[in-house]
């Protein structure tokens, strides 16, 4: 199934989507007792589940907007660093340069405030007056679906409600400047979200593409099969001490051919529009401004 947040008719809903008819239903209105959000269904979504068969006809997707699909997450989105070979390698001598780890030891986690999250189609701002270095970040993101602490990578798929898209937008020379990630990470609308969420039974996450262009020339390519780190084993790092609740999000890497990598640098300007498409879910698209 896919879910979406939309604004319709002037309010925010939750909604179940039929991306290929572009139609959505409100789950107001296939579960008469339900007036939650997005973070509610994800909780409920057992229970829920079977409710959500709809036996009429859809509202057209065009008449609603389209917002991030859990639109203010209710914690900082846990987020992995050089979790591609390629892109490790690429920012080697830049970001990476002091790190004193192998590639392959352990994860690099850092987080994003969850004021940051904007939706598709919002426009991302460039800080001019912090930053000149803006990057784009093409990115697979789950949410947990199960709560659990110290979960096994065994076990960890089994905690999964579903997939989505984010762009982790990031001041290059911000992050370099502070020798950590957070703020040059965390500006308003440094990420954008969605479109929506498909859940895990109708996508294997661990083996689909992941693409970006910048202005419709294809910057970034790639399979999530070439993480170094995957899936379960971020969950499981993520876990470990930290209870994960329904509704977090861990943003998993991002490939090779961010504008930091390019010779010369290719940091985003002013009308640039990032697009992101990932197998089995949609396409992300975001204006800079």
Not at 62 to 77: F, K
Request: proline share 6%; glycine share 6%.
């Amino acid at each position: 199934m896919k879910f979406a947040t939309l604004k319709y008719q002037d309010i925010i809903r939750p909604c179940l989507i039929d991306s290929d008819k572009e139609q959505f239903w409100p789950l107001a209105d296939l579960i008469k007792e339900f007036n939650g959000d997005m973070n509610q269904l994800v909780l409920e979504y057992s229970q829920l589940s079977a409710h959500l068969a709809p036996d009429a006809q859809g509202r057209p997707l065009v008449e609603a907007t389209i917002l991030a699909p859990i639109p203010r997450p209710r914690r900082n989105i846990f987020c992995v660093g050089r979790n591609y070979h390629a892109h490790a390698k690429e920012l080697s001598e830049t970001v990476f340069r002091d790190s004193n780890k192998k590639t392959d030891s352990w994860p690099i986690v850092f987080t994003k405030v969850p004021e940051c999250v904007v939706g598709p189609n919002d426009q991302v701002t460039l800080p001019a007056d912090i930053s000149s270095q803006i990057d784009y970040e093409a990115e697979l993101a789950l949410i947990i679906g199960k709560e659990g602490k110290n979960i096994s990578r065994e076990n960890a798929l089994s905690h999964v409600f579903g997939y989505t898209i984010v762009n982790d937008v990031t001041a290059r020379d911000v992050q370099m400047r502070h020798q950590q990630w957070d703020l040059g990470k965390s500006f308003d609308t440094f990420c954008p979200m969605g479109p929506w969420i498909v859940t895990a039974d109708e996508l294997d996450a661990t083996n689909t593409q992941v693409r970006c262009w910048v202005n419709d020339q294809l910057r970034q390519e790639a399979s999530t099969t070439d993480l170094i780190f995957d899936l379960p084993s971020l969950i499981e790092t993520c876990s470990r001490g930290i209870t994960l609740y329904p509704g977090d999000i861990i943003a998993t890497g991002t490939p090779a051919g961010v504008g930091m990598g390019m010779t010369p640098p290719q940091y985003l300007r002013s009308g640039d529009t990032v697009r992101i498409e990932i197998d089995g879910i949609g396409t992300l698209s975001n204006r800079f401004a």
